[in-house]
Every structure is written in structure tokens, then in C-alpha cells.
């Protein structure tokens, strides 16, 4: 079982949508979570991190997190072309620095 | 400096050389991780320093790969004798220390490695 699960898309949505990605994690003792961005070619990029169950807004994108549930999703609003990128969830356990990402999800942007 | 530095940006090699690959981490940032990804593949775990400790090698995936980090800041992922199948790119990640909730960990910008 892997520890960071995510579907791996693509996902398409029209620009000006909402764009939902989900990501579920395995291990209960994960503390940390973060959303990274990566483009074609390009390293991942952190945009968002949250660590506490409930919501947490950053302009367009809203991280959601469910420790009972296990779970962890991004939220962009407003989607634009510019944000066509795969997107990685990656988790850290409490106490232990290593990360685990998931296999990423694929986001198309459509004109 | 100011990111990640990593060393060469891209790396062409023959069949059976050792290569080095560099990485310089944030500035006071003592957690130093090394990735490596596939064409189109998921970022693999391959080791992680923190300050003096030792290292986590559990993701190296043979005895041809080692990594050292000198004076708790520097690495330097070292593959010998390499394998077409270790054509990646190869990530180097660094975050601040400790058992704290808020370490983010942030990329360099990769060395792409291909064996020919």
C-alpha cells in the first residue's frame, strides 16, 4: 500500500472553473501536508501547506484537510491555462522529516 | 544562496561511468533530501540527511549509489558504474530541522541524467 495515494488524471476543466484534486494518505501519524506544482520539465514547486483539519486559503487555491478521514484535497478557483501542471500531494510524519508524495495529478486547463 | 542549487543542470554520460551530482541546500536549512524521477514517473525517495545524524539510506536503489554531505551543508550524490535505467532527474530538496509541523522542504532545479 503506498503511503500517499492520488489519481493520476489528467483532470480538464474550462477555464474559470473549479478544479477539485483529492489526495488520501495512509499512515494516521501524518502531521504534515503539503501541494506541489509541477510543470512539464520544471522541479516541483511548494504552493500550498496545511496542518490543521479544516480549510486553509491562499488567493485561488484552498487546501482542505480531514485527518479522520484521511484525506487532503486543492481547491482552485477561477482555473487558468497557466495552472496545466501536474500536481503533487506530499505528507510528512510526525517526528520524522522524511516526505512522501504521491504519484501526482495531471490538471489540463482548457481555453 | 537564495534557493537550491543543483549541479550539473544536465548530465550526458557513457554506460559504465561514475557521475557526481551536486546539490547546495537553503541556507540554515540542516534536512537535505535527494529524489529521483522517471519520465513521467512519481518522485522516489533515495536518501535524507538531517544535521549529524546519520543518514536515511533506505531508498537507494543499489550499493552504486551513495550520497555524503560535508559540514552539514554541501552534497553530493555519487552513482558509479551507471546503468542506462538510472537516466532521471535527479532532485535535491532541503528544509529546516526538527520534529516541527512547518518544515517545507524546497527544490533545486534537477540535474537530468542520461546514460548512453
Known amino acids: 500500500q503506498k503511503e500517499v495515494e492520488q489519481n493520476s488524471g489528467p483532470l480538464s476543466v474550462p477555464e474559470g472553473a473549479i478544479a477539485s484534486l483529492n489526495c488520501t494518505y495512509s499512515d494516521r501519524g501524518s502531521q504534515s501536508f503539503f501541494w506541489y506544482r509541477q510543470y512539464s520539465g520544471k522541479s516541483p514547486e511548494l504552493i500550498m501547506s496545511i496542518y490543521s483539519n479544516g480549510d486553509k486559503e491562499d488567493g485561488r487555491f484552498t487546501a482542505q484537510l480531514n485527518k479522520a478521514s484521511q484525506y487532503v484535497s486543492l481547491l482552485i478557483r477561477d482555473s487558468q491555462p497557466s495552472d496545466s501542471a501536474t500536481y503533487l500531494c506530499a505528507v510528512r510524519l510526525y517526528n520524522f522529516n522524511k516526505f512522501y508524495f504521491g504519484s501526482g495529478t495531471k490538471l489540463n486547463v482548457k481555453p | 544562496g537564495a534557493g537550491v542549487s543543483q549541479s550539473p543542470s544536465n548530465k550526458v554520460t557513457e554506460k559504465g561511468k561514475d557521475v557526481e551530482l551536486r546539490c547546495d541546500p537553503i541556507?540554515?536549512?540542516?534536512?537535505l533530501y535527494w529524489y529521483r524521477q522517471s519520465l513521467g514517473q512519481g518522485l522516489e525517495f533515495l536518501i535524507y540527511f538531517q544535521g549529524n545524524s546519520a543518514p536515511d539510506k533506505s531508498g537507494l536503489p543499489s550499493d552504486r549509489f551513495s550520497a555524503e554531505r560535508t559540514g552539514g551543508s554541501v552534497s553530493t550524490l555519487t552513482i558509479q558504474r551507471t546503468q542506462q535505467e538510472d537516466s532521471a532527474v535527479y532532485l535535491c530538496a532541503s528544509s529546516l530541522a526538527g520534529a516541527r509541523a512547518n518544515t517545507e522542504a524546497f527544490f533545486g532545479q534537477g540535474t537530468r541524467l542520461t546514460v548512453v
Open positions: 541556507s540554515g536549512h540542516t534536512a
